[in-house]
């Protein structure tokens, strides 16, 4: 019985767990991130969440995993297969500008993916691996411009775990 109590309470309490122990240390971005944003009214973060949650779920929905040659833009993989990393960011950051410029939100709220190393307790996972593959990981930035409020975002720990919105490492 408390055998069944841990892992349950593992089981319900994974996403803060996976936040206190690993953290995303940004190192590189995916294209050209620059933008000027004229100052406007703010976007509320609820439905900022709401579009990612979605977004997210969709994502999952259509990608699976793999370490093989693959696609990786999401103008091809909008109907689905198989990815890596780059390819889930790709699509994901794809998905939620769409819906920021469907909401008028884009020129406030912008998805950028960026090259990240992941840190368990402060060590830099990728340093234990020697294939190339493994040298870093893509994750998603969500900046709303209005408050200045942040959201890092890892659409393939989403589908492999459901946990979605993780912790960003500042240095």
């Not at 976007?43 to 995993?65: E, G, M, P, Y």
């Not at 699509?91 to 990240?116: D, M, P, S, W």
Request: hydrophobic letters at 40%.
């Amino acid at each position: 019985m408390n055998l069944f109590l841990f892992c349950l309470l593992l089981f319900l309490f994974r996403a803060p767990i996976y936040r206190t122990c690993f953290s995303y240390s940004l190192v590189g971005d995916r294209g050209d991130n620059s933008h000027i944003l004229a100052r406007e009214p703010s976007v509320d973060n609820k439905l900022v969440r709401q579009i990612i949650d979605r977004c997210l779920d969709s994502t999952s929905a259509l990608l699976s995993f793999t370490t093989s040659s693959c696609k990786m833009d999401a103008a091809s993989l909008i109907s689905g297969g198989e990815t890596n990393c780059v390819g889930y960011a790709a699509l994901f950051a794809a998905q939620c500008n769409g819906v920021f410029k469907h909401y008028g939100i884009y020129n406030r709220c912008r998805a950028e993916i960026h090259i990240t190393e992941i840190h368990c307790f402060g060590f830099n996972i990728h340093h234990a691996f020697s294939s190339p593959f493994w040298k870093n990981h893509d994750a998603v930035r969500i900046i709303n411009n209005t408050d200045q409020q942040t959201f890092l975002i890892d659409p393939t720990l989403y589908d492999f775990c459901g946990i979605g919105y993780v912790s960003e490492r500042k240095n």
